[in-house]
């Protein structure tokens, strides 16, 4: 998904106070952005448009005397990509008989375009238009769908939509069966998604905190990836609770049935937090034994927990060619076993002719095609240094960052500045060096490095963008802050926490929420 990164900053501002809102939904076409038409159309609705109703009645008509002829493959049949979709969805969902039902679930198994952004609208459209026919028998439907596509863009409002339905939480009591695991992923999806733009309605709607009792009720003898990601989840929510009433404002219709939800969470708090305390060494063990399909999960939940997981991810790392390199590399960022930090450069080195590459022309943009080995997690390897401070990691990624391939520069110029130079000057210097580069990403990446080290020119840069009057602009300053870690900005991000744009005092109160938990885990609290 290469271009889910840009649709966050350019959409932010747009969604943060709106119903089912991410961001970066556009496309990145000869250098420019663009948003299509079916975005376009969403954002409208869920901003408060309407659909045409000449439009929608219209399509009733026409759907309606198909049906009532039996011709429900010429209804599908007209079920075609583009901004016309949605209205016949709304048609199919008011007109509410049972083949009207049946044509939206089994529009869940097809895929009507290639773009991914659109094909998640569409699937959005689909399941709200299930859940308001209270079509509760679709709901493995969706849930294989939801596995099935993987971390797709917008999937965080499809769970939202899917944790709704009124039977989603019997499967919960499953959690060993295939839906019961997809079951947890989508809640898991859901309440990531209240921190990534999902209207907190959804807490009351789909009962989250009823859900996550009867997954606690339910969670057996057996430490489960799944259900550690979702209980971390939940302590996140809970963390974030003081800030549901500022973001709400005047709208109290809904706080209440909000407040009880979350209450209920408030209870588990203790329990959950004993719980993940102690799941990390049952996982490591678990990732052992585990056969490939399972360790996906355990490799996101060790990574979720910032655990110490290179006794099992090590071995596992053994197999150069094993399919989940780049999530169980970046594991091992939060390592402190001694041997991981030789272990992925001489892995990187050997592979990769870092020297012959640094010789090379920059180039602005990457390659069209990978310029490493597809076998080697060469990116991933970069990022996790960051967290193996030594000399030889630091000359490493110095190194990296005159690759010709700006994926590598911009990963290896990321990972510096989280910890001390051993030889500062050379830093400085690469970093400063870099912000000169024909990268923007690059030109990004070397700033914020300079700014984790202090350097006054590049933290009064960020300072400039989060005192924006332009609220696009602050809103991606906001992002930029909290991902690269510029802690030093904290003050600043305080002071726009009670900024008179409501929007943009929410995102600033979410991105001090993340620095407050990055420290939590570093002392190892939850």
């Known amino acids: 998904m290469p271009y889910l990164t840009i649709i966050l900053a350019i959409l932010l501002p747009l969604l943060m106070a709106l119903a089912f809102r991410l961001g970066r939904l556009s496309r990145r076409r000869e250098g420019s952005l663009e948003i299509s038409p079916v975005t376009r159309q969403h954002i409208d609705l869920f901003q408060g448009g309407?659909?045409?109703?000449?439009?929608?009645?219209?399509?009733?008509?026409?759907?309606?005397?198909?049906l009532e002829r039996g011709e429900t493959e010429a209804v599908e049949a007209g079920m075609r990509p583009g901004i016309h979709y949605v209205i016949q969805v709304r048609a199919l969902t008011e007109i509410g008989t049972?083949?009207?039902?049946?044509?939206?679930?089994r529009q869940l198994r097809r895929r009507l375009t290639d773009d991914e952004v659109e094909q998640s609208w569409y699937w959005i459209d689909l399941a709200n238009g299930l859940r308001h026919l209270h079509r509760e028998q679709s709901l493995p439907q969706l849930l294989h769908c939801s596995e099935s596509a993987g971390d797709f863009p917008l999937g965080h409002f499809f769970a939202a939509e899917t944790v709704c339905f009124m039977s989603f939480v019997g499967y919960l009591r499953e959690a060993d069966t295939p839906l019961g695991k997809a079951a947890l992923?989508?809640?898991?999806?859901?309440?990531?998604?209240?921190?990534?733009?999902?209207?907190?309605?959804?807490?009351?709607?789909?009962?989250?905190?009823?859900?996550?009792?009867?997954?606690?009720?339910?969670?057996?003898?057996?430490?489960?990836?799944?259900?550690?990601?979702?209980?971390?989840?939940?302590l996140r929510?809970?963390?974030?609770?003081?800030?549901?009433?500022?973001?709400?404002?005047?709208?109290?219709?809904?706080?209440?049935?909000?407040?009880?939800?979350?209450?209920?969470?408030?209870?588990?708090?203790?329990?959950?937090?004993?719980?993940?305390?102690?799941?990390?060494?049952?996982?490591?063990?678990?990732?052992?034994?585990?056969?490939?399909?399972?360790?996906?999960?355990?490799?996101?939940?060790?990574?979720?927990?910032r655990a110490e997981a290179a006794a099992s991810v090590l071995p596992l790392l053994a197999d150069q060619r094993h399919p989940l390199a780049d999530?169980?590399?970046?594991?091992?960022?939060?390592?402190?076993?001694?041997?991981?930090?030789?272990?992925?450069?001489?892995?990187?080195?050997?592979?990769?002719?870092?020297?012959?590459?640094?010789?090379?022309?920059?180039?602005?943009?990457?390659?069209?095609?990978?310029?490493?080995?597809?076998?080697?997690?060469?990116?991933?390897?970069?990022?996790?240094?960051?967290g193996q401070p030594s000399a030889e990691s630091e000359n490493f990624l110095l190194l990296a960052a005159k690759d010709w391939d700006p994926t590598y520069r911009l990963a290896?110029?990321?990972?510096?500045?989280?910890?001390?130079?051993?030889?500062?000057?050379?830093?400085?210097?690469?970093?400063?060096?870099?912000?000169?580069?024909?990268?923007?990403?690059?030109?990004?990446?070397?700033?914020?490095?300079?700014?984790?080290?202090?350097?006054?020119?590049?933290?009064?840069?960020?300072?400039?963008?989060l005192c924006s009057e332009n609220a696009l602009s602050v809103h991606e300053a906001i992002q930029f802050v909290v991902n690269e870690g510029l802690t030093?900005?904290?003050?600043?991000?305080?002071?726009?926490?009670?900024?008179?744009?409501?929007?943009?005092?929410?995102?600033?109160?979410?991105?001090?929420?993340?620095?407050?938990?990055d420290m939590d885990r570093r002392r190892g609290a939850w």
Request: some cysteine; hydrophobic content about 40%; glycine content about 4%.
């Open 50 to 66: 309407q659909l045409s109703e000449t439009a929608v009645e219209s399509a009733k008509v026409r759907i309606r005397q198909l």
């Open 98 to 105: 049972d083949d009207a039902g049946r044509i939206l679930e």
């Open 185 to 234: 992923r989508v809640l898991h999806r859901a309440l990531e998604g209240l921190r990534h733009g999902v209207q907190p309605q959804v807490l009351a709607e789909a009962r989250l905190g009823e859900a996550i009792e009867q997954l606690w009720d339910h969670r057996g003898e057996v430490v489960r990836p799944l259900t550690v990601r979702v209980f971390l989840e939940a």
């Open 237 to 305: 929510q809970v963390h974030r609770a003081p800030h549901l009433e500022k973001f709400l404002g005047e709208d109290k219709s809904e706080l209440e049935g909000i407040q009880w939800q979350m209450s209920r969470l408030v209870a588990l708090e203790p329990m959950l937090q004993d719980y993940l305390s102690e799941a990390a060494p049952y996982l490591v063990e678990a990732l052992k034994t585990a056969a490939t399909e399972e360790q996906r999960d355990l490799l996101l939940a060790l990574n979720d927990l």
């Open 327 to 386: 999530e169980a590399v970046e594991v091992l960022t939060w390592s402190k076993d001694e041997r991981v930090g030789p272990a992925l450069r001489q892995w990187a080195s050997g592979r990769v002719p870092m020297d012959r590459r640094a010789l090379k022309r920059m180039q602005a943009t990457p390659p069209r095609r990978r310029s490493v080995p597809a076998d080697v997690p060469y990116r991933a390897i970069l990022r996790a240094l960051r």
């Open 412 to 465: 290896a110029l990321s990972s510096l500045g989280w910890w001390e130079p051993v030889d500062r000057a050379s830093v400085t210097s690469c970093l400063k060096d870099s912000r000169r580069d024909g990268c923007v990403e690059v030109r990004q990446a070397s700033r914020a490095a300079l700014a984790r080290l202090g350097e006054r020119h590049s933290l009064q840069w960020f300072r400039t963008s």
């Open 488 to 517: 030093l900005l904290w003050p600043d991000l305080d002071r726009l926490a009670d900024a008179e744009d409501h929007d943009v005092a929410h995102h600033a109160r979410e991105a001090l929420e993340r620095f407050r938990e």
